[in-house]
């Protein structure tokens, strides 16, 4: 793990204070070890989720992922991963290059809000893969755990048309039409 020493040390003395105030004020019991060890395995859980060095607190974006931010993508191409962690994104779908050729987009959303925004007048598919999560479709339809899959009434899959496949784990997912 890249974590300064410093901000190990600090963070450290800070959960002994907060125990130790909670315990002399409430007369809790706190299990200092077993906390640290939690943060610990949730700091390498969220590395691996980011896929990249991970810093806390600190803000990431590129032209296809935000992490600890807010971002609207707009310049959507197919073939590429749109990926939303601990932050907020817009993802505008309606001047996807696909109109002529059809295309794929995957959009992954963790531990955030995603809201995604296709042109009602063109066709897409859309699969959606939700854990602990909420998913709504244009169409009404929502979940929160499981699979669903909304095709639009213009969709004829011998004619181009968007393919979306979007996952939400812990986070919300709202496509809209528009």
Known sequence: MKMSS?????????????SLIIKIVFNIDFP????????????????????????????HKTDTE???????????????????VFSKGVIDLRGVQAKRE???????????SSVVI????????????????????????????????YESDSLDVNNPYLEIKADVVFGDLKIEER
């Open 66 to 84: 935000v992490v600890f931010g807010e971002s609207s993508f707009d310049n959507i191409e197919p073939g590429k991963e749109y990926s939303v």
């Open 32 to 59: 200092i070890f077993r906390l640290i060890v939690a943060f610990i395995f949730i700091y390498i859980g969220i590395k691996i989720i980011v896929g990249k060095s991970f810093h806390p607190f600190s803000r």
């Open 102 to 112: 059809g295309g794929k987009v995957k959009i992954s959303t963790v531990f955030g």
């Open 118 to 149: 296709v042109d009602k007048s063109f066709p897409v598919k859309i699969n959606v893969d939700a854990v602990f999560s909420g998913a709504h479709l244009p169409n009404g339809n929502s979940t929160s755990f499981g699979t669903t899959i």
């Open 6 to 18: 410093g901000m190990f040390w600090g963070l450290l003395l800070i959960v002994i204070g907060i």
